[in-house]
């Protein structure tokens, strides 16, 4: 059978929507591109209207794509991965019963240099639920595997997690995101409050040490027949869109699988104004899902939006004349940064170098010396910031922190109670 017809029956489909990613796609895209994922997967890179750089990359990727060189007999155990390849792909269709078209045709295993197969697609609607949808039902796979550009992906990750989605019979599965910053000190601030509860609450997709079920993973990898079930991607959310359809997934008697030895790389914020612009945009996509299912699913989404609106009345109140009221954000200010000194000792530093993941070792593309946007994208997590930060945390260091946390809680909270009054 020609490569050309293996290429048109792939088992899974990655679907990446993006959006002004030129930094980080390139990268992102290597280190979803194994040698398993090349053999078995297509990616679709669906573009939201990105206005820098971002197509360019992909259409050097789709020029020059990723290639699988070895050369392994049916059975045959890849390196440093778990079953055999063989055993992956047909254990989905054990378990769910069904079979290619032409089965006997159809050998995962296959022989020789091989390339990786990548579409781009143009997202109209803008969002990263529409480019979900669209992915979606342009897939010719059965299993669709959600990814971000803004990621780098641990070894073997697609096959891992279709590994969990067989075993566990779940209706989605993934891992966890560890934030590593790399482009200077403030980015390493944010990535420290975010892997710390009073930025994250006790999501079990911020633990190092999970396997089970959870309400919520990183991104997610599903069987394509779950959307005809229980629909696609909510296409207004400006943001959570991911959560939104796990809430759909749980409510309608399903499973989600986390483990937490899947650990994704995320590169957040450079700028606190930044920032404050994406936790606007999730307390806002979190309004619209809790007003859309009449729930919450923790205290800490109960939690920001109270701190906003008590603060908000103190200083309103102190403006009027009664200052005693300022003791409340008075009180928040000082509890934050007792947390930055307090809680951020030499034992939550060792634990975040622990759980940080290995970097991409996907190496460039051919003839990537040849591309100034290809260089840009050298996939090299350890830099100014997160080297850094983890030799220990100065006063500024720690000031910082407590300042991406001031503004992470007040940013989600004042972006719930805009999204409650919009959508309510």
């Avoid at 050309?4 to 390139?26: H, Q, R, S």
């Avoid at 990548?118 to 992915?135: E, F, S, V, W, Y």
């Avoid at 796990?246 to 957040?268: A, E, H, M, Y």
């Avoid at 729930?295 to 701190?307: K, M, S």
Wanted: hydrophobic content about 45%.
């Amino acid at each position: 059978m020609s490569a050309d017809k293996i290429e048109k029956k792939p088992l899974i489909t990655i679907v990446m929507p993006c959006l002004n990613e030129e930094a980080y796609i390139g990268r992102s895209v290597r280190s979803l591109l194994d040698s398993w994922a090349i053999r078995n997967c297509e990616l679709l890179v669906v573009d939201g209207g990105s206005t820098d750089g971002t197509k360019k990359v992909v259409e050097e990727l789709i020029s020059q794509p990723p290639e699988s060189l070895e050369s392994w007999a049916p059975g045959a155990r890849a390196p440093g991965q778990g079953r055999p390849e063989n055993e992956v792909v047909w254990l989905m269709q054990s378990r769910d019963s069904w079979v290619r078209e032409v089965q006997g045709e159809w050998n995962p295993v296959t022989s020789g240099k091989r390339r990786a197969v990548i579409r781009l697609l143009d997202n109209a609607g803008g969002t990263a639920g529409t480019g979900m949808n669209m992915g979606i039902a342009q897939a010719a796979g059965k299993i669709i595997v959600r990814a971000d550009a803004h990621c780098v992906f641990p070894s073997a990750y697609v096959k891992r997690c279709v590994e969990l989605l067989a075993d566990t019979g779940a209706a989605n599965a993934g891992g966890v995101m560890v934030p590593r910053g790399e482009g200077g000190a403030i980015q390493a601030a944010i990535a420290f409050a975010l892997r710390h509860p009073l930025g994250t609450g006790n999501a079990a997709i911020r633990k190092t040490d999970f396997r089970g079920e959870a309400e919520n993973v990183i991104f997610g990898t599903f069987r394509k027949a779950l959307f005809d079930e229980i629909g696609g991607y909510d296409v207004n959310a400006p943001a959570n869109e991911d959560a939104e359809l796990n809430v759909r997934i749980i409510c309608s008697g399903k499973k989600i699988s986390l483990d937490s030895n899947i650990k994704i790389t995320f590169f957040p914020a450079k700028t606190f104004r930044k920032l404050a612009s994406q936790y606007f945009r999730r307390g806002r996509g979190l309004a619209r899902t809790t007003l859309r299912h009449k729930l919450l699913t923790g205290w800490r989404q109960a939690a920001a939006p109270a701190l906003v609106l008590v603060t908000s009345y103190a200083i309103m109140r102190a403006v009027l004349g009664r200052p005693i009221h300022l003791i409340v954000p008075s009180a928040y200010a000082l509890a934050i940064v007792g947390a930055a000194f307090l809680t951020l000792g030499k034992e939550k530093i060792r634990q975040a170098r622990e759980a940080g993941p290995a970097t991409s070792r996907a190496g460039v593309l051919p003839g990537a010396s040849a591309s100034s946007s290809l260089r840009r994208d050298r996939p090299t997590c350890a830099g100014s910031g997160i080297g850094a930060d983890m030799n220990g945390l100065t006063f500024k260091m720690r000031m910082t922190v407590a300042a991406a946390w001031a503004v992470m809680h007040l940013s989600w909270g004042a972006g719930f109670l805009f999204g409650l009054v919009k959508w309510w």
